[in-house]
């Protein structure tokens, strides 16, 4: 199984970006699948999750401002990003569960400058 996370890059503040996670290996339909990020020198943490029955869940900062979605035609996850703010500016990755294996992805990069 591997994930990869990309379409990270530099955004200025307010600015809106659009993350992509592929798949091999493993299919997202029906599947938990998340996006975490980890700001440096900070602990990873929750931003977006989107369940197989498509119940989704935002960390409170990024409510309002973000749209997971799943796309199992192409088997791809998205993670749209809105009114982006500089404390934002981390790498953000995807994982998805399967049974009791959480699988991560190679993150990208998201760097806000004000």
């Known amino acids: 199984v591997q994930l990869q996370a990309s379409g990270g890059g530099l955004v200025q503040a307010g600015g809106s970006q659009r993350l992509s996670c592929a798949a091999s290996?493993?299919?997202?339909?029906?599947?938990?699948v998340a996006w975490y990020r980890q700001i440096l020198g900070k602990e990873r943490e929750l931003v977006a999750e989107?369940?197989?029955?498509?119940?989704?869940t935002y960390t409170d900062s990024m409510k309002g401002r973000a749209a997971i979605s799943v796309r199992a035609a192409l088997n791809m996850v998205y993670l749209q990003l809105n009114s982006l703010k500089p404390e934002d500016t981390a790498v953000y990755s995807c994982?998805?569960?399967?049974?009791?294996?959480?699988?991560w992805g190679q993150g990208t990069q998201v760097t806000v400058s004000s």
């Open positions: 994982n998805v569960v399967h049974g009791a294996t959480t699988y």
């Open positions: 290996g493993i299919i997202f339909g029906g599947k938990t």
């Open positions: 989107i369940t197989g029955w498509g119940k989704t």
